[in-house]
């Protein structure tokens, strides 16, 4: 589970959705306290809020106060080596980002 540093209604968790005997990893998050829950991708391998402690969310600009960031599979590949950091702002509902890293990669 990922809590948010600023927001104690806002938390993060990573689940399954099954189908029969086959299973996707997930993740979900909550906004409201739980009053309700969303599934925010599939084929994730973890998510957490960027402004993950108080401190670290202490004059943040407003653009990153939602900023999620995520671990996805590769797109060609199976393999923990190959994948991939993903960054959204909006849950992953229109926009995300997958920022340079390694020697180029993404």
């Given at each position: ?34 009053r309700t ?62 920022p340079e890293l ?5």
């Open positions: 589970m990922s809590f948010h540093g600023r927001d104690p209604s806002k938390v993060i968790w990573n689940g399954e959705i099954c189908q029969g005997l086959s299973c996707d990893q997930a993740a979900y998050y909550t906004d409201d306290d739980f829950v969303n599934t925010m991708g599939r084929g994730t391998r973890g998510c957490q809020w960027a402004v993950g402690t108080p401190q670290f969310g202490e004059e943040i600009a407003a653009e990153i106060k939602d900023r999620i960031f995520c671990v996805v599979a590769g797109l060609y590949s199976p393999w923990t080596k190959d994948q991939r950091l993903i960054v959204s702002d909006d849950y992953f509902d229109a926009q995300q980002i997958e390694d020697d180029g990669r993404t």
